[in-house]
């Protein structure tokens, strides 16, 4: 079984070209990387590459999980960003505040996670945090094709999966009570922070909050804060420091969805001719 590591960007042009050609193969496709199965061989695709200490801190979570339990959760239902735009907007400057180490925290308080875990992870960069516990998430989607025709798509979830959809739905209730702080001055929440506008006393009644329940967080001004209405979604802006930073409300498919989007499209045009 051959096995080879190309870009992602090679995807799409793979999978269109299999499917042109009337190929029998497979499309593997997980958070992390992607690969197509033809006639025993494997190509795989990496989206990102992770260090060493990112596959170390996954190890102690996967260890720690395994003591621990969570009830399921309906995916559909977890909540990662919330705004209230209903027409663009332009503001000189707001307040943002984030929760720290958000996802490592939550599973350190509600006892899922081990001090020593907890400390190994909170030493790692945020990307690799994140990084870390998304793995907790792992999902996989398989889609056979016959004669470049989808014949059939099953989805394997990590078992897992629940401890991460737990601390995102955790995240979500710490920022709706924030969310309920600001009123009519709150902006949009995304993940683990929260943007309002800078009334006077309300970043400080936030932070009360936060340091009622003992939660970590940081807390700044941003500028030039601008919300957009596009064709078919929000822009969001504004500059940290001098930088531009953008939000897409929601975000665009990454290019491995794009990939099987293809597929499928191709697909279906070919079922419909």
């Given at each position: 079984?051959?096995i ?22 497979q ?12 006639d ?8 990102s590459?992770?260090s ?49 180490s ?9 006892g ?52 991460f ?55 700044e ?5 601008e ?17 531009k ?29």
């Amino acid at each position: 079984m051959g096995i080879s590591l190309i870009n992602e960007g090679n995807a799409a042009i793979l999978v269109d070209m299999l499917i042109k050609t009337k190929t029998d193969f497979q499309l593997y496709a997980s958070n992390y990387t992607m690969k197509v199965v033809l006639d025993g061989d494997v190509t795989k695709f990496i989206r990102s590459k992770q260090s060493n200490r990112v596959f170390a801190a996954f190890r102690k979570l996967e260890v720690d999980v395994k003591k621990a339990n969570v009830k399921e959760m309906d995916v559909e239902d977890v909540r990662y960003f919330q705004h209230d735009f209903k027409q663009p907007l332009y503001v000189e400057r707001v307040c943002n505040i984030d929760l720290k180490s958000c996802y490592n925290n939550i599973l350190h308080r509600e006892g899922i996670i081990s001090d020593e875990t907890h400390k190994y992870i909170s030493n790692l960069s945020k990307a690799e945090r994140l990084a870390a516990v998304g793995m907790l998430a792992a999902r996989k989607e398989i889609f056979t094709f016959k004669r470049g025709v989808v014949q059939s798509v099953e989805e394997e979830r990590s078992e897992n999966s629940r401890f991460f959809f737990f601390a995102v739905q955790k995240t979500f209730e710490m920022m709706n009570e924030l969310k309920a702080i600001c009123g009519k001055d709150y902006l949009f929440t995304w993940v683990d922070g929260i943007y309002f506008l800078p009334r006077p006393g309300l970043r400080e009644k936030c932070q009360e909050y936060l340091k009622k329940i003992k939660f970590p967080y940081s807390a700044e001004y941003l500028d030039e804060f601008e919300v957009k209405f596009l064709s078919d979604h929000i822009n969001v802006s504004f500059k940290k420091e001098g930088c531009k930073k953008v939000f897409n409300l929601p975000m665009p498919d990454n290019a491995f969805k794009k990939a099987i989007h293809l597929a499928l499209v191709n697909n279906t045009k070919k079922k419909t001719k």
